[in-house]
C-alpha cells in the first residue's frame, strides 16, 4: 500500500481489515514505495507521488487503484477556497492514477463506477466493483439487548461532519424532531463523528430534541454503540459504500436512508428502509423528511424483523473472505 492512513474512520478502517486480512493468507504488507521489493502496489484512492508509481509501473509491477466517488459538495456549497482547492486537487490526482498509471480500478461500488464512467468516461483497463465488507464475528448483534426502553435512539455514524457535509446532520435533525413533535415518540439523537464545537452549540440550543455527541469513536467501540441504537440513519448524500451501514447492518441495526449514492444497493428492503429523497440530491434540494420520519416509524414499530434482516444482508454479501478475494482477483492473485 502506498501509504499508511491515519485515523480511525472510512479508508484507514478499511486498510486494517484488508492488511489483517492479507495477513492471515501469509501476504505481507507495506506502506511506502520505498520499501522495495514488492509484488503488487494498492493506490487507496489517489497520491502525490505519482513519479514513484510511474517507475514502478515501468518495472511491471502490478497497480490497483481502489475509487469511492468523485469529491463534489464544495462546488455547489460553499467550503472554502483552501477546501474547494484540496478537492479539486484530489479529484485530479485520483483521475490522473486511473487513466494514466493504474493497471485495474476496484470500485467500492456499482454506484461509485457509474459515477466515473459518467463524468469522465470508461476507465482505459480492466475494473471491477469489491464493496466494503466487516469482520462479521466482531460486528455481531450479540446479546445483552442495551438499546433503551425509554425512548428511541436515532444514531448517526460519520468521519466527519464538515466541509459541507454537516447537511447531513440538519436532516438528521429535522428526522428526530418529527418523530418527536408529529409522532409524539421519545427520541434521542446520538451522533459518532467529529463535529465543529461551534456546530455542536448552534444544534444544542436550535435541535429541540435530545442530542448526545459521541464525538470521533475508535473502531472496536462501534459494535456496542450499533447495538445500543435502534436505527442507522445514514446522513451522507451519494456515497460511495459507507462503512459505516454495513457496520450497522452486521450488528443488527437497521438503516434509514434517503436513495442516493451506493444505499440501494447494500440495504434491502428486510435490513431497512431506503426511500425517495423528495427533490435533486446533487443540487442538495430538500431533502423529504416527512417520508423519512414515516420509514423510521415503521423500523423502530418493527425491530425483530428488521434487526434479522440487516445481520442476514451482512452475511450475505458483506464478509471480509469476499473482499479479501476481490482485491486478490484484482491483482491477478486468485
Not at 434491502?268 to 423528511?289: F, M, N, S, T, V
Amino acid at each position: 500500500m502506498v501509504a499508511r492512513i491515519p485515523g480511525v474512520a472510512g479508508p484507514a478502517n478499511f486498510q486494517r481489515r484488508l492488511a489483517a486480512g492479507l495477513a492471515k493468507r501469509g501476504i505481507n504488507t507495506c506502506y511506502s514505495l520505498d520499501d522495495s521489493p514488492y509484488d503488487g502496489i494498492l493506490v487507496i484512492g489517489g497520491t502525490r507521488r505519482l513519479v514513484k508509481l510511474r517507475q514502478a509501473h515501468r518495472r511491471g509491477v502490478p497497480i490497483i487503484q481502489r475509487l469511492n466517488g468523485i469529491n463534489w459538495i464544495h462546488r455547489i456549497r460553499r467550503t472554502g477556497c483552501q477546501h474547494f482547492l484540496r478537492a479539486e486537487l484530489n479529484n485530479w490526482l485520483l483521475r490522473t492514477i486511473r487513466n494514466l498509471i493504474a493497471d485495474h480500478v476496484v470500485y467500492q461500488s456499482h454506484f461509485a463506477r457509474d459515477w466515473w464512467e459518467r463524468v469522465y468516461g470508461p476507465a482505459p483497463i480492466p475494473s471491477s466493483v469489491v464493496h466494503n465488507a466487516v469482520p462479521l464475528d466482531q460486528y455481531s448483534p450479540i446479546e445483552p439487548d442495551k438499546r433503551p426502553k425509554d425512548l428511541a435512539r436515532l444514531l448517526v455514524v460519520e468521519g466527519n461532519l464538515s466541509g459541507g457535509y454537516e447537511i447531513g446532520l440538519e436532516s438528521a435533525v429535522g428526522l428526530a424532531r418529527r418523530l418527536q413533535d408529529e409522532f409524539g415518540l421519545p427520541v434521542e439523537l446520538a451522533i459518532a463523528a467529529r463535529v465543529d464545537p461551534g456546530l455542536q452549540d448552534y444544534w444544542d440550543k436550535s435541535a429541540g430534541v435530545p442530542l448526545n455527541w459521541l464525538g470521533l469513536v475508535a473502531p472496536e467501540e462501534i459494535p456496542a454503540i450499533d447495538r445500543s441504537a435502534h436505527l442507522l440513519y445514514a446522513s451522507d448524500i451519494n456515497p460511495a459504500c459507507p462503512n459505516a451501514v454495513i457496520e450497522a447492518m452486521a450488528c443488527g441495526l437497521p438503516v434509514v436512508a434517503f436513495d442516493t449514492g451506493a444505499l440501494p444497493e447494500l440495504v434491502d428492503e428486510k435490513a431497512g428502509k431506503i426511500i425517495p429523497y423528495g427533490g435533486d440530491p446533487w443540487r442538495l434540494d430538500p431533502p423529504d423528511i416527512v417520508g423519512l420520519a414515516d420509514a423510521a416509524l415503521e423500523v423502530i414499530a418493527d425491530q425483530t424483523k428488521y434487526r434479522s434482516g440487516a445481520r442476514t444482508r451482512a452475511e450475505a454479501i458483506f464478509g471480509l473472505e469476499d473482499m479479501i478475494d476481490g482485491y486478490l482477483r484484482a491483482l491477478g492473485w486468485s
